[in-house]
């Protein structure tokens, strides 16, 4: 099978957040860049530093120990500054915070993060008022390819979708979702080279970061965990079965979670509510930032996949989910994001909804073919919102946009980056 890579050095990619940050910088006093490790923030800060912002990272030894025994010492010679993964001496957070009072200049401190740091009380609180934070995930389809990945804003602004140019079908397309976007293992030839390199990634991940952010006593579950999860994904979130699994009560299954989170391998989507549905699931829904990690924590292949595509179901899903989430990160509309599922099992793997109420729904189909009953979830999201229902789009394995009324049509996967 062919499979078409990106070019051997990952920053000849532009990244669209680079905008964002560009423009934050401008007005904001600090400007926290977060995402998952080797997602392509230190290129992307490093583009900003200069001899008036010294790039200056804490996964250097020196540079973290002296940010950890005297972190107001550490900011007061910074007028201005880019400082990577800052997770490491948080510290260093209400420093910063006193000298951005005392100097109010836009532009003060560019930070980046591996981990959350808004789930942090001591950031939401001491910065709160003056940071903006953006979001870095491996890169987007729409980034690779060098297209607008402007299907969200399309929608929402009336423009309808657009026409279908070169679909992404097929085996294709499940190279795709196998290859994920984390620019390292991108840079592989092989399947199993990516494979490794995506292992080797987790482990580093769970060995070294998990200890910046929390005290666990039992850190050897978590990869245990973390294949638990793996077998789960796209599935409502339960904490009763990840603990039963591992012997971990609840809460403590519930905490594990929560760090892997923040540490962006996951992301819990809440369920969607409203008052004209009774009879909705209240449960998270569970998935995986990046389908390459989940399908190499699931040893899925190609081949594999090839001979029997029942578990490709749910690395699709991950895929459109991770793809929609980076469009939101530089789309200028505040989306929230959530999932609708009722008790009859009726779903939309995606709610899309916008601050004045509208919404678009999003349902993902490995299959080729698009039945009727596969909409009945955006029908009864659709009947419940009524005027606010900008568009049901059911995603799948196609090559062909198909209405099935108005408002309602099925659609090529890779209309996520061909718009």
Do not use: C
Not at 28 to 48: C, E, H, M, S
Request: glycine share 6%; net charge neutral; aromatic share 6%.
């Amino acid at each position: 099978m062919t499979i078409a890579l990106m070019p051997p050095d990952g920053s000849t990619i532009p990244r669209r957040v680079q905008g964002k940050i560009a423009t934050a910088l401008q007005d904001t006093r600090v400007v926290l860049l977060v995402g998952p490790r080797q997602a392509g923030k230190t290129t992307l800060a490093r583009l900003f530093a200069s001899p008036e912002r010294p790039y200056l990272t804490l996964d250097d030894a020196a540079t973290l120990a002296a940010a950890r025994s005297d972190p107001t010492g550490f900011v007061r010679g910074l007028k201005q500054a880019v400082i990577d993964e800052v997770q490491r001496a948080p510290e260093l957070l209400l420093a910063i915070k006193e000298s951005v009072d005392k100097d109010q200049a836009p532009g003060r401190f560019l930070l980046t993060g591996s981990t959350n740091l808004m789930a942090m009380p001591l950031v939401a609180d001491s910065l709160a008022g003056r940071l903006e934070v953006i979001t870095l995930l491996p890169f987007a389809q729409a980034e690779m390819a060098g297209t607008p990945g402007d299907l969200l804003d399309r929608l929402f602004d009336g423009a309808g979708l657009p026409a279908v140019v070169n679909p992404v079908v097929g085996d294709a397309l499940m190279v795709r979702v196998l290859n994920g976007g984390y620019p390292e293992a991108l840079r592989r030839t092989s399947p199993s080279r990516r494979q490794a390199w995506l292992q080797d990634y987790v482990a580093l991940i769970l060995d070294r970061d998990v200890r910046d952010i929390a005290n666990i006593d039992q850190l050897d579950r978590l990869p245990r965990l973390l294949d638990v999860l793996a077998a789960h994904a796209g599935q409502l979130v339960n904490h009763s079965s990840y603990g039963a699994a591992l012997g971990l009560t609840v809460p403590t299954a519930q905490k594990y979670v929560g760090i892997l989170e923040r540490l962006f391998l996951l992301r819990l989507v809440p369920p969607w509510s409203h008052n004209a549905v009774s009879r909705l699931t209240k449960t998270p829904k569970l998935h995986f930032l990046d389908s390459g990690l989940l399908a190499a924590l699931r040893d899925a292949t190609a081949s594999e996949l090839q001979k029997d595509r029942t578990p490709y179901g749910p690395l699709l899903e991950n895929f459109v989910v991770s793809e929609v989430l980076k469009l939101i990160t530089w789309s200028d509309k505040r989306l929230r994001v959530s999932h609708f599922r009722t008790k009859d099992q009726d779903e939309v793997d995606l709610v899309l909804e916008d601050r004045r109420g509208r919404v678009v729904g999003i349902e993902v189909k490995a299959s080729a073919t698009v039945r009727p009953q596969d909409l009945r979830g955006l029908r009864q999201l659709q009947a419940a919102v009524g005027d606010k229902f900008v568009q049901g789009l059911v995603l799948h394995d196609h090559d062909q946009i198909t209405p099935f009324d108005e408002k309602l049509h099925a659609g090529p996967v890779s209309l996520l980056w061909q718009s």
